[in-house]
């Protein structure tokens, strides 16, 4: 559509209907998710639709009430915002490693942690879980930690490499040239610039390590399990008890639903880099 | 300015040894587990060598070839539905509209939130007492399904949850293509009497070509590392006949506790993802604009 056309309204209006209609195709199965765990087992059970409902808060009361989920949320938490700095400290300094000097090996280190990024987590799991075994690693947070990390650091460095890049190099020069060291160049001149692809960054490690299961899943013990792990234990071969585990898909959904509305913009822009300029 | 040969490894050191730790080391021993027997809780001194053994049994298993056919046929149909569906709603609704962030928001939730969420969610839509859509297709008169429990509906659920989950992705690549799309060379088109059809496939979607490609080879790999909302909905049932290569490879290492043969499989999905990685890279090489050096 050229700019400056003014459209029909029934064709605006079209346009409406259809974006909304795929919206809501978009979220109905999540807000169903919210509108089960507000349910008891026998709502739930009676069959047909049911919008109108008296919602109750007994399912978390349940969930939270039951003395592990203390644990496993602050297990979540820990391992979440742990793999998050970890990885964007590190991501940051390999990116601009990478970005600013030419040195032998950097081709490699380039090639491998592109094709890094897309190892299936299955295949990773199963000599992850056996060198973990023998290193004692398993079952403790910070194999869990160490994994994430790894595995997010491969987008983060290349996301972040793309901000650096971006940033003048004559700025930094004049930043040394006025006494400046590295860190500091780095703290005042670099990190302010790379403000969005940090806040990308952040967001979509976090989310991996917060949303992640099957390596949590092989990799943790009672004591370690993360929050995904305790819902996929919800279910059973007698049955699932919607309520409950609906109400934990719930609370493990918050998280990554606040980050979307807050910076919807920058995690599109993590979805496109790399593929679309601009 | 010259700077000293090890101040680059200062910088990038860190971030390399951790991917050598957790990442590349465990991929090697893969390879290099699948070359022995070996079953989980033994020292690893009682590990047998088996040679070329197991990557011999994978190939011959029929489970393994079912496996094998379910992910492609998986990423095949979903791949080509959430391509065609997404491109055809990015072309019929890139125009610019106010809100249109507000939609875009909206579009994103269902690839942020927990696969374990969003297989729970299907798992719940498609269940044959209370699922919605029994009551839905009730309304019609149609009898209730027994979605999971059929084979073929259940590859179906599969596929279905999927494109739910992914088509916005394509959506999103493409209207974002599509914006950066010159106007004067539209404008020309059109001056030039080019009808809409003739404008969007000749002018328009070659311009993003190199979009589409990216965005086809991102799906793809994506479709071969699937687990986790396939794992919550169906497990693999009923039979096999969802139990696509990275769930066998999971049920094979962590329930049939064969972990060479588990890491004999991997490789297997290791080599197709790892060249599905290298069209990409290119495609899309960040490298790309330094030339040759």
Known sequence: MSIGVKRHPALVAAHYGALIFLAIVCVAPIVLMFATSLKLQTQIF????????????????????????????????????????????????????????????????????????TVPLAVLAVPVFMI???????????????????????????????FILQVPQELEEAAAIDGCGPIKVFYKVVLPLIKPGLAAASIFTFRIAWNEFI???????????????????????????????????????????????????????????????? | MRTPRWVPWVYAGPAVLVMAVACLYPLLSALQLGFYDWSMGTPWSEAKWVGMDAFLRAFQDPAVWRSLVTTLMFAAVCVVAEMVLGIALALALEGKVRGMAVFRTLFILPMMIAPIAVGLTWRYLFDAQFGLLNALIGLFGAAPIGWLAQEHTAF?????????????????????????????????????????????FRVKLPMVMNVIAITLLMRLIDAFRVLEVIYILTFGGP????????????????????????????????????SLSWFALRLSNPLKDEGRS
């Open chain 1, 215 to 278: 390596l949590a899943l092989v990799l943790t013990d009672r004591a370690t399990r993360t929050l995904p792990v305790a819902a996929s234990l919800y279910i059973t071969d007698i049955g699932v008890d919607w309520g409950k585990i609906m109400a934990l898909g719930s609370l493990i959904a918050i998280p990554p639903l606040i980050f979307t509305f807050v910076a919807a913009r920058q995690i599109i822009t993590g979805l496109t880099a790399g593929a679309v300029k601009g």
């Open chain 2, 239 to 274: 039979g096999d006949s969802t139990e696509i290569l990275s769930l066998h490879i999971y049920k094979t290492a962590f329930v049939s506790q064969r972990l060479g043969g588990a890491a004999a499989i991997s490789v297997l999905l290791l080599v197709v993802v790892a």
């Open chain 2, 156 to 200: 179906i659920a599969i596929i279905i949850a999927d494109i739910w989950q992914w088509t916005p992705f394509v959506f999103i690549m493409m209207i974002a293509a599509l914006a950066n799309v010159d106007g004067a060379v539209l404008e020309a088109a059109r001056v030039d009497g080019a009808n809409w059809w003739q404008a969007t």
């Open chain 1, 132 to 162: 973990w075994s023998q290193v004692g690693l398993i079952n403790s947070l910070w194999g869990l930690i160490l994994l994430y990390v790894a595995v997010n650091l491969p987008f983060t460095i290349w996301l972040l490499y793309g």
């Open chain 1, 46 to 117: 009676t069959t047909g639709i049911h919008f109108i409902f008296t919602p109750t808060l007994q399912n978390y009361r349940d969930v939270l009430g039951e003395g592990s989920f203390q644990r496993y949320l602050t297990n979540s938490l820990i391992v979440g915002v742990v793999s998050t700095i970890i990885t964007l400290v590190l991501g940051c300094m390999a990116a601009y490693g990478l970005a600013r000097f030419r040195f032998p090996g950097r081709k490699s280190v380039a090639y491998i942690s592109l094709l890094l990024r």
